[in-house]
C-alpha cells in the first residue's frame, strides 16, 4: 500500500467503509470535501488514551492495533485489530471527550479522518448527506455498545461463577 493524496481518492474507494457503502458517488465526492486523507507507517501511533480527540477515522487500506495501557506493568494490553471497512474514534467526534485507547498503524495504512468541525460544516452544507453519516455511525455506536454490554454480562456471569464455586 502506498501514500494517498486527497486528489488521487475516488467515490469509490470509500464504498469500502461499510458505514459509507450505501451512499451513490455523488454523495460519495461531495463527502470528500469535508474529509482529510492520514497516511500512517508501521509502528507510528495516530493517538494515546487520554489524549483529547475531537475527530473519527475511517480505515481504507491497511490496519490498525487498538490498545489501553496497563494500569500496573508497563506495557499495553491489546484489545482489537482494526481493519480496512472500520472506523474508530466516534466518540471523541461527537463527544470531544479524551480518547478510550491507543491506536498504532501495524502496516502501511491510509484513513479518512473526519474532524468535528468537518461534521459541523457538513451539517449546514449538505444536512441530507450528514443526516445519511450520522445514521449509519450511530448504528455503528449501537453494534459497538450492544458487543459491549454482551462482553461485561459474559464477564459478570463468568465472576458469578467463580464466586458460586469457590
Known amino acids: 500500500s502506498t501514500a494517498m493524496e486527497k486528489s488521487n481518492l475516488k467515490p469509490g474507494h470509500l464504498r469500502r467503509i461499510k458505514s459509507l ?9 461531495a ?25 473519527m477515522f475511517l480505515i481504507l487500506e491497511g490496519q490498525m492495533r487498538v490498545s489501553t495501557p496497563k494500569r500496573t506493568t508497563e506495557g499495553s494490553l491489546f484489545l482489537r485489530m482494526l481493519e480496512a471497512g472500520d472506523s474508530f474514534g466516534e466518540v471523541a467526534l461527537l463527544s470531544h471527550g479524551p480518547r478510550t485507547a491507543s491506536i498504532e498503524a501495524t502496516q502501511n495504512s491510509v484513513l479518512i479522518k473526519i474532524s468535528s468541525g468537518s461534521l459541523n460544516k457538513l451539517l449546514s452544507e449538505q444536512p441530507a448527506l450528514a443526516a445519511q453519516f450520522l445514521y449509519h455511525l450511530a448504528k455503528s455506536l449501537g453494534r459497538q455498545l450492544n458487543d459491549l454490554t454482551a ?9 458469578d461463577i467463580i464466586s458460586f464455586i469457590q
Not at 21 to 29: G, P, R, S, V
Not at 32 to 42: D, R, T, W
Open 31 to 55: 463527502f470528500l470535501n469535508y474529509v482529510e486523507v492520514v497516511n500512517c507507517v508501521p509502528a507510528s501511533s495516530l493517538f494515546r488514551e487520554g489524549e483529547p480527540g475531537d475527530s
Open 21 to 29: 457503502a450505501l451512499l451513490n458517488d455523488e454523495q460519495l465526492a
Open 151 to 159: 462482553k461485561l454480562r459474559a464477564s459478570s456471569e463468568q465472576k
